[in-house]
């Protein structure tokens, strides 16, 4: 009898200042990053874009970087406290729904909730 084991790739976020002048490949869209005081204040229930980058041998070129989206569902003192609103699509063991702890240099994008009615 077989044991399945769920392989889980090591990862870490990237901070914004850390991206090289040739970007983060494909999976990482060029785009103007908010300014510092909307990364340092984002409210609960704001998605932001944040960039995982998965530990992967030299002779994998896809999917090192991947641009996921985290819903901050709080924050204690400078760190925000979110879920991931997605499902990677190279980042093995990572899955929608799982908690993710990051700082306002972690944050590439930014789309505000809407308000209802």
Known sequence: MSRHTAIRDAWHLV????????GLGPHVPDAPTPDAATRASLAVGTLAALVFRREASAAEVQGIHER????????????????????????????????????AEHVFSVLTPRVRP
């Open 68 to 103: 996921l989206w985290v819903e901050v569902v709080g924050r204690d003192g400078d760190r925000y406290r979110g879920e991931l609103e997605n499902q990677p699509t190279f980042i093995r063991g990572l899955k929608n729904g799982d908690a993710v702890t990051f700082g």
């Open 15 to 22: 901070p914004i200042d850390a991206v090289p002048p040739e």
